[in-house]
Every structure is written in structure tokens, then in C-alpha cells.
């Protein structure tokens, strides 16, 4: 294993050839025993162009960890070699031995792949120099959800490839443009890219459907371009809804005196149609205390929500995703999205 880094500042890449010794064992928290930080590994295969699989860009979401350390078990120590060369990008390494997102200091990793001066900026526009010049077959990168939500992918480009390569995980598929600064979207520009969204982190069930897709993509010759033949749903994400800044979140059945309660079941919601009407909390404020942004960065809330004697409702008809229950994705990131059935 030969390691070379280059430093942005506070940030270091490192770069090493052939998979750390110890790396199928290691648990995700000891990760920063065996990586210095941000590292992109190859493991050299028998077939070129390389795949890129990210993982890790929230140090938190750890499904994709656990099945790479599985299907990547046959290759460790460089006796084997699997179907084609890998690009592995370990991200927020640090992050992820505290078992969070990110720390409050730094911006999140997948928010970092369209240019901008800060280190972690630098560093993701040079790991995209280093992935253009190798030529990549496909981007994988691997997520988990804080709320409930059906295994899904995420697309950047609605093209009969990048459908395939997300079909070869679920056939529900969310096209999305916003947020822009997303990995997915920065490989899109070169190579079919795909955003996996597996569940909850850690669960088993999520880890070896992760498993048995990796192995499909490694294997693969070519993302099919044709048409896929098998029935999916397209839905495209219009709008994100965030607290208001002064806003404080409760979830329950009873409105807390000061703050938004919104329901118990919040996330149950996610990638079901939600009729004009819907109630989803209180609101002991003016407004909602919700704020919805469209893919330009307008205020639409008033299109979806509205307060009816204190309560929040829907205004037109919606499909959720991602909505989550967790206080400091909801402060970090946002509370979800909405979306539409896309029809190209
Ligand atoms: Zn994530």
C-alpha cells in the first residue's frame, strides 16, 4: 500500500493504492485508525475504465461502509482482483468516528462538488481532476435517510443510462437539480451517476441490498443506453421545506404552547400522495413556521402550506420525501422535500 497526500488547508487527501490492511474489519468509529482523513482508494481490477463509489460523504450514514466492507472481503490484501478497477472515495472520515453527519466547523461533504475556495471545496474539485483524467465507467454514491423512506436512487440526468444504472437499485427513482452541489451531479457532467438512498443506517436488510447492487454494477460491461424495459416511477423534486429560522420543532399529538408540533408520524409520509387538506401540526406562530424553496431559491410556501386556526395544512396536492424527524438534519440540512411525478 503506497499513500501519498496533498493538503487544502485544514483538509488532507490521501491517496493509496490497494485497500488499507484491516479494512473489512474495521468498525466504521475506528475508521480514523486506519485512514488520516478524506482518502480515495484504488483497487486495480480487470477491466477498465474504473467505477467510483463514494461512501461516507455524512459520516453518519454508514450502510454503504458496511456492504463495501463485504464485497471488497476477496480483495484485501491483493490476492484477488474484482471484475473491474474501483475508485473508492472514503469522505468525512473523521465525522464518521464521531458517528455524526459532519462537525459544526466544516460545510457538509456532499455540498462541496461545485467549486468555491473553502478547503473541503479544494479538494473535491481535485478529486474530480483526478477522476476526469482516469475516465470513469459510473458514479456510485451511497446514502442512508434519518426517516422512513423505501430504498431509492437519485438522478441528476433523466437519460435512458443513468435510468438504467438507478434501476439496477430500485425502480423508485427521484430526479433531482437542487442541491447542485451534490458528488452525483459534479460526475454527472462525465460519466451515468447515480445517489443511493438505503433506508435507515446501519440496518441489515439495507446493507445487502447495497451489497448485491454493487456486485451487479461491478460486473456489468456497459450501462445499457436503450430504454429500460421494466416499469419504474419517476418523481422529480421541485421544492425543499426547512424550519424558518426562529422556528423551534416539536413532533406529538399535543401543540406545545411556543413552536411548531408537527406529527408524530411525519416521515411515514414520505413517497405517498398527500392530498389538499392534509394535517401535519401546529403552529403556535403567525406563519407556519415552515419555510418551502423552490429549485430557483424562491419562497413558495404559501403555494403548499398554510395555517388554518393554528393548525398546518397542506394547500395542493403533494408527494414528500426524506422528511425527517431528526432535529439536527432538520437545523444542518432541511426538514424534506417535495415532489412531483416527472413526466419527460
Ligand atoms: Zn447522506
Known amino acids: 500500500m503506497v499513500m501519498v497526500t496533498e493538503s487544502f488547508g485544514r483538509v488532507t487527501l490521501s491517496k493509496m493504492d490497494g485497500l488499507p490492511a484491516g479494512f473489512e474489519v474495521i468498525p466504521v468509529t475506528g475508521l480514523d485508525t486506519l485512514l488520516p482523513g478524506p482518502t480515495l482508494i484504488r483497487i486495480r481490477g480487470r477491466k477498465e475504465p474504473p467505477l467510483f ?39 468525512n472520515v473523521a465525522a464518521s468516528a464521531k458517528n455524526i453527519r459532519r462537525f459544526a466547523h466544516e460545510p457538509d461533504y456532499n455540498r462541496i462538488w461545485n467549486g468555491g475556495k473553502l478547503p473541503e471545496q479544494l479538494m473535491a474539485h481535485r478529486l474530480l481532476d483526478i477522476m476526469k483524467k482516469e475516465g470513469v465507467f459510473a458514479c456510485i454514491d451511497m446514502h442512508n435517510n434519518t426517516g422512513k423512506n423505501p430504498h431509492y436512487s437519485c438522478i441528476n440526468r433523466v437519460t435512458a443510462e443513468f435510468l438504467n444504472l438507478a434501476l439496477l437499485f430500485s425502480p423508485t427513482i427521484v430526479f433531482f437539480t437542487e442541491p447542485h452541489e451534490v458528488i452525483s451531479k459534479a460526475f454527472s457532467g462525465f460519466c451515468p451517476s447515480v445517489t443511493v438512498e438505503c433506508g435507515l443506517s446501519g440496518e441489515r436488510e439495507g446493507t445487502g441490498h447495497l451489497v448485491r447492487f454493487l456486485e451487479l454494477c461491478l460486473q456489468m460491461d456497459k450501462v445499457p443506453d436503450t430504454q429500460p424495459e421494466i416499469p419504474y416511477s419517476l418523481f422529480h423534486t421541485t421544492a425543499k421545506i426547512s424550519l424558518r429560522e426562529e422556528a423551534e420543532i416539536f413532533f406529538g399529538k399535543n401543540p406545545e404552547s411556543s413552536g411548531i408540533t408537527l406529527v408524530e408520524n411525519l416521515d411515514s409520509l414520505n413517497f405517498r400522495h398527500q392530498e389538499p387538506g392534509t394535517f401535519l401540526g401546529y403552529s403556535s406562530y403567525e406563519n407556519t413556521g415552515l419555510l418551502v424553496t423552490d429549485n430557483r431559491g424562491r419562497d413558495v410556501t404559501e403555494k403548499y402550506f398554510a395555517l388554518d386556526r393554528s393548525q398546518i395544512r397542506t394547500t395542493k396536492h403533494i408527494i414528500p420525501s426524506m422528511l425527517t424527524k431528526d432535529k439536527t438534519v432538520i437545523r444542518q440540512d432541511c426538514l424534506g422535500y417535495i415532489m412531483e411525478h416527472y413526466l419527460p
Open 53 to 91: 463509489i463514494s461512501v461516507l460523504l455524512h459520516g453518519n450514514e454508514i450502510s454503504g461502509f458496511l456492504a463495501l466492507q463485504e464485497v471488497l472481503k476477496p480483495f484485501s490484501g491483493g490476492k484477488a482482483q474484482p471484475a473491474r478497477t474501483i475508485f473508492l472515495f472514503i469522505g
